[in-house]
């Protein structure tokens, strides 16, 4: 099993920035991406972006290209979720994920989930 723990979530005004943390622990070896979703209120979870396990390669949904990044710390088995010029709509629950397959779109294709945190933006 692969143990996810999320940190990181609050209250932003908008344009402001949160780092969201994501520590994994267990059996990493057989990871081979961490996504981060989240998931408004009524609405469903979406996956807003990924990073293979080496780092090698990053994907990042439309509406949070340039604003968002996902650096990893190898040392420390941990994932972050950068997110600048916060929006109002980015309001949600963040969770991440991982998963052992390469392509791996939709909260089905993940094996492993954090207990998710709130982040709020307002206006």
């Known amino acids: 099993q692969v143990q996810l723990v999320e940190s990181g979530g609050g209250l932003v005004q908008a344009g402001g920035s949160l780092r969201l943390s994501c520590a994994a622990s267990?059996?990493?070896?057989?990871?081979?991406?961490v996504g981060w979703f989240r998931q408004a209120q009524g609405k469903e979870r979406e996956l807003v972006g990924s990073?293979?396990?080496?780092?090698?390669?990053?994907n990042y949904v439309g509406s949070v290209k340039g604003r968002f990044t996902i650096p990893r710390d190898n040392a420390k088995n941990t994932v972050y979720l950068q997110m600048n010029s916060l929006k109002p709509e980015d309001t949600a629950v963040y969770y991440c994920?991982?998963?052992?397959?390469?392509?791996?779109?939709?909260?089905?294709?993940?094996?492993?989930w954090g207990q998710g945190t709130q982040v709020t933006v307002s206006s």
């Open positions: 994920a991982s998963t052992v397959s390469s392509l791996a779109w939709q909260p089905k294709d993940y094996d492993y």
């Open positions: 267990g059996r990493t070896f057989s990871v081979y991406a």
């Open positions: 990073i293979t396990w080496n780092g090698d390669e990053k």
